[in-house]
């Protein structure tokens, strides 16, 4: 089917309809993007042919135009038109292009003159130049703001490269359209990521499974058996042995998966496998889940500055709990109890993970009731915590001693650790289960 053509006189126009050769496919793509966090489409590497079609695309799909028009056929006078959009509360829009790979404050001037000083066929609301070329000179910005004013009250506007790209970045069957699937892929944001990028950035810590370093969350390093070769370089943790203590903690984790907010603080003494069984146990988080370690200018303010912003689906890591809840300064202790029961007992923000580990003369004090005719110093800690410890025994029973010796044959420092070993007792001291 032939566009249709509209002799008005010495122009002729022709309807954008279904039909016509712009409304379809362009003629050719750009070529993909060569980076996988790109801030610019590459609109410069568009053909002519396809730029026009682009234009048409933004006025009728992204900017709503209920009809659009081509002003002219090849080689004629355009004064300064290439698309015409009509809109639906009757205003028109102008689009002219210009595929330049640089745009001047002066090549403005020519582009916006060449409509205001022309025929004008008729009168617009609004007249947008676009152009391929990366916009950057803020020379350019100020003779756009001073053509505004003498020209007011035409609306004028100038898309240049950035322009174009933040229009189309919620576009992704345009941007698909003029420049490949593969392109749209890595460019385009869905308004779900977008809003996930948003609440992202508002929420403290990070992303669970960057976390891929045990020592970074102070779990205890492992024993070098005397003699290893770097050729045969033992994994990063050995295996882990788990005991009655991870069945318990394992349950509270994955309640917390199924939305419920939990504590849990593992109390043993020093070297025991508190910190390690924590780690092990938040490996069965799925993915979506944070992680925040407050540490900075100091366990207990970090914890008071940043608990307003966790968010559902966070892990806070307190390993070391004393820290946190009794301070040279008791008051602020009990402030971070308090604050974190207002967390465990926040419905919107459900579920969340606090896991803390503490040798027992620390929990001890934070639990223990003041004697008769003493100030409660830990009254808030002390309700916060009640309940809530998991007890990791210093020794291995019979059956957790079997697995050791099980591990020992395919892992060099558990043989050591089996060896020096008594009824269980010093494995642990050994850093082979590792964390205090």
């Known amino acids: 089917m032939q566009p249709a053509e509209v002799d008005t006189g010495d122009e002729v126009w022709e309807e954008l309809n279904p039909g016509h050769p712009l409304v379809g496919p362009p003629p050719d793509l750009a070529p993909p993007l060569q980076i996988t966090a790109p801030l610019l489409l590459n609109a410069d590497q568009l053909s002519w042919e396809s730029l026009e079609h682009l234009i048409v695309a933004l006025a009728r799909e992204v900017e709503g135009a209920v009809r659009a028009r081509l002003y002219g056929r090849r080689g004629q006078k355009q004064h300064g ?22 745009f001047t404050a002066d090549n403005l001037t020519e582009a916006v003159r060449e409509y205001v000083d022309g025929k004008r066929p008729f009168a617009a609301d609004r007249f947008v130049v676009v152009t391929t070329a990366y916009i950057g000179d803020t020379a350019v910005e100020e003779r756009l703001q001073q053509l ?13 490269c950035q322009q174009l790209s933040d229009q189309l970045a919620r576009q992704p069957e345009v941007v698909t359209r003029f420049f490949g699937r593969a ?19 508002s929420r403290i810590g990070s992303d669970l499974r960057a976390f891929t370093d045990p020592f970074a969350l102070d779990v205890h390093r492992v024993i070098q058996v005397e003699g290893e070769a770097t050729s045969d370089r033992l ?35 020093s070297s025991t496998g508190k910190t390690r069984a924590c780690w092990e146990a938040i490996q069965a988080l799925p993915t979506g889940w ?62 969340v993970l606090v896991l803390g580990t503490v040798w027992p003369k620390d929990w001890d004090v934070l639990t223990a009731l003041p004697d008769p005719g003493q100030p409660d110093q830990h009254r808030e800690a002390r309700t916060l915590l009640t309940g809530r410890s998991v007890s990791v025994p210093s020794a291995f029973d019979d059956s957790a001693l079997k697995k050791a010796r099980e591990a020992s044959h395919t892992d060099r420092r558990f043989a050591e650790a089996v060896e020096q070993a008594r009824d269980g007792v010093g494995i642990h001291e050994l850093g082979l289960v590792v964390a205090s």
């Not at 505004?148 to 240049?160: F, R, S, V």
């Not at 559902?312 to 070391?320: A, F, M, R, Y």
């Open 81 to 102: 038109i290439d698309v015409v959009g009509y809109f639906a509360n009757g205003s028109l829009t102008l689009y002219q292009a210009k595929r330049w790979r640089r």
């Open 148 to 160: 505004q004013l003498e020209y007011y009250p035409l609306d004028i506007d100038l898309w240049g």
């Open 235 to 269: 994994p990063l943790l050995p295996t882990y042995v788990g005991r009655q203590h991870d069945l318990q903690l394992g349950e509270i984790v994955a309640a917390a998966d199924c939305g419920v907010s939990k504590l849990a603080v593992l109390v043993g003494e």
């Open 290 to 351: 944070r992680l925040w370690q407050p540490i900075a200018p100091s366990p207990a303010q970090a914890l008071l500055d940043g608990v307003a912003s966790v968010a559902s689906k966070s892990v806070l890591w307190l390993d070391e709990l004393a820290p946190f809840l009794s301070t040279p300064r008791d008051e602020q202790g009990e402030l971070v109890a308090a604050a974190l029961r207002d967390l465990l007992n926040d419905p919107t923000r459900q579920p």
């Open 183 to 201: 392109t749209a892929e890595i460019f385009c944001v869905s308004e779900h990521e977008m809003a996930s990028n948003l609440l992202d950035r």
